[in-house]
């Protein structure tokens, strides 16, 4: 009687997969395209803190027409986003691409450039601080720079520099 049922249990799974039939479609192509992956890539370095490139992601990301104050005729629309590091101002026209960004970021890790060239023209400072800036246009880029205190016994200074260690 076991054998039976089993039989039949088997004859009953096996037989519906049998009659299927595979079909196969040609699907169209599909282009996917940040909408503001011109600001992503003006802001891109692979060496700028964590917190500060998750922000610039979120700035990217942000749908200004699923936002509450989203009005048609408006033409620019200016958003704040913060985190503990820093903070973005950014500027969305009414399709929603970046226009413009002003980012302050305060004691974030130094790209290795900047820090070298401190090391090379001040040999026997320290670094007690640093800001980082980007300006971003989109007409212009970004412009990125780094200002960092430094200190040496009693006395401190401050320098500028650019993403490449260069100073202004």
């Known amino acids: 009687m076991k054998k039976v049922l089993l039989s039949l249990l088997a004859l009953g ?32 370095n ?3 803190a964590l917190p500060v490139k998750m922000l610039e992601r979120k700035v990217a990301a942000f749908d200004v027409e699923e936002s509450g104050f989203y009005e048609d005729d408006w033409g620019i629309y200016t958003v704040n986003f913060y985190i503990p590091e820093g903070n973005i101002v950014a500027m969305y026209d009414n399709e929603g691409k970046v226009v413009k960004t002003i980012e302050r970021f305060k004691d974030v890790a130094l790209p290795v450039a900047v820090r070298n060239a401190i090391a090379k ?38 320098v500028k520099l650019n993403e490449t260690g260069e100073f202004l």
């Open 121 to 158: 023209r001040f040999p026997n400072w320290e670094m007690a601080g640093d800001a980082y800036r980007v300006n971003y246009s989109e007409d212009k880029g970004a412009e990125k720079t780094y200002k960092v205190k430094i200190k040496n016994a009693d006395k401190t200074m401050r």
């Open 13 to 44: 799974i096996a037989a519906p997969l049998m009659a299927q039939e595979i079909r196969t479609e040609q699907l169209s192509e599909v282009v996917v395209m940040a909408a503001n992956y011109k600001y992503l890539s003006a802001t891109d």
């Open 46 to 48: 692979r060496e700028v």
